[in-house]
């Protein structure tokens, strides 16, 4: 079991991924999972069920949210049909004959590989005068990992090429990954004919975490002597159920590193799944302002809040500076003879590793969550045909990730509402979303993507996103408010 538990865990984070962030949706006429990205938004119908716990319609069309976003490659770009006598293969930039500086010269400083999924166990709204009231619990894994240019140079390089004499720029190595359950009670308001707003409450609870808190390193190569200038100063902090960290320290009489653990061969799943030690909080707030009978205005925020982890956490650091010039003294020596080659390097392992000084501790920590804000209006055109602008943005180690959308959003019948759009994202200009509502009697059936051609030409793709599910809706009425979405 604690394998499959691991399996699954590992699987939401390296195939369900993260990219637009519902751009499309936030407009798409209908939809009660608007209420997620702002929660001034609402339906007419009285009464709202949904959820993959919810029986027969919950299984059969299961409520998901998937999401992958790269800010600088693709699929196309590393691995792509070779030419001459690799004509019949694959090739990556990195095979003799190839051009890897193609493939650096699409990286940015710092590069990001983004994953979220969410799973909606259970859903449920009312309606009640001027307030409509709703509840949902999810499971919710997110990822980003984050590389610097320098480092992929590095790699191919080493150091005595388009690096030598220059600073070599490793910062923001690093990523934080993490599962965790949360429960959310909201409500919504018209507090005149023009204003609705909103609010969501959360409750969460951590099941696992990786969590980068700090990365800065640099490596710089003298080109007048070949001497090395290191600097760290990282934090790596986890919290998992599977093993245990005891020591980590450098032994100075024994010159080594001594690390110790446990493993608990005997996990129970159940108690994984329900843990609450890891408690926190956390705030959705959204608007909606009608500003006149054709034009209305738009803005939320979300997640805005934290995990406290305690079950089972580690912390590991690494900071020092470390200046090393006894390269051209030993490179003679040492490339004559391959015993001095590894006593050397032993050596000057083992003083690097006692400057920088590793330390490991176990105190417990606070991560806040990636919050997000959404900006936008729309303007209607006729009775059954609006536009919108939308711009998302998002702060993830100290730097603004954004997107902006514009749609065109309908609800053409009773029983069927579209919306197009087009998501300029992470210097990607090929986002052409859709989405589609489709209601039967008492049920409603949804697919939402910000990227169509994701699924047409996967191999070009930098962002690939869907939602989809199935609501169970009674009680319909005619609409009596802007903020409402049919």
Known sequence: MKKLYTTIVVLMCTLI?????????????????????????????????????????????????????????????????????????????????????????????????????????????????????????????????????????????????????????LSYLGGTAFHFREYALGTTWDMTPKLTVGAHAKMLFGKACLYSKKTDLTWKTNEDDYSYTFHADMQVMTSQPFFDILELYYDYEGDSIVYKDTTYEDVDIKNVIMNRHNPGFALDLGAVYKFSDKVTFFGSITDLGFIRWKDNVNSFQLKGDYYWDGWSEFRPLLMEDTALINETTDNYRDSVIRLFDPRFQEDKYTQWLNSRFYLGGTYK?????????????????????????????????????????????????????????????????????????????PQAARNLNFRMGVNLMLKCGKRKSEAMLD
């Open 381 to 457: 055109v006729y009775e059954k045909l609006s536009v919108g602008l939308l711009m998302r943005g998002e702060i993830f180690q100290s730097r603004l990730h954004g997107g902006l959308t514009l749609s065109a959003n309908s609800q053409l019948t009773k029983w069927f509402a579209g919306s197009l759009s087009y998501t300029w994202q992470n210097n990607s200009f090929n986002n052409i979303g859709a989405g589609m509502v489709f209601k039967i009697p008492w049920f409603q059936f949804y697919i939402v993507t910000d990227n169509v051609t994701a699924f047409i030409w």
């Open 17 to 169: 991924t993260y990219a637009q962030q519902d751009m499309t949706l936030y407009f798409l006429p209908g939809v009660p999972q608007r209420n997620l990205v702002n929660p001034a938004l609402y339906h007419t119908c009285k009464i709202h069920v949904s959820g993959i716990l919810m029986p027969v319609a919950g299984q059969i069309l299961p409520p998901l949210h998937f999401n992958y976003n790269n800010n600088s490659f693709a699929y196309k770009h590393i691995l792509y049909p070779g030419k001459g006598i690799y004509s019949d293969s694959l090739v990556t930039p990195f095979q003799i004959g190839e051009d890897p500086s193609v493939f650096f010269n699409r990286l940015h400083q710092v590069n990001y590989i983004s994953i979220e999924n969410h799973i909606d166990l259970i859903t449920a709204g009312y309606k009640w005068k001027d307030f409509y009231f709703n509840f949902h619990v999810a499971e919710r894994t997110e990822a980003r990992i984050s590389f610097p240019k320098d480092l992929m140079v590095l790699a191919w390089e080493l150091n005595g090429k388009s690096l030598f004499g220059n600073e070599a720029y």
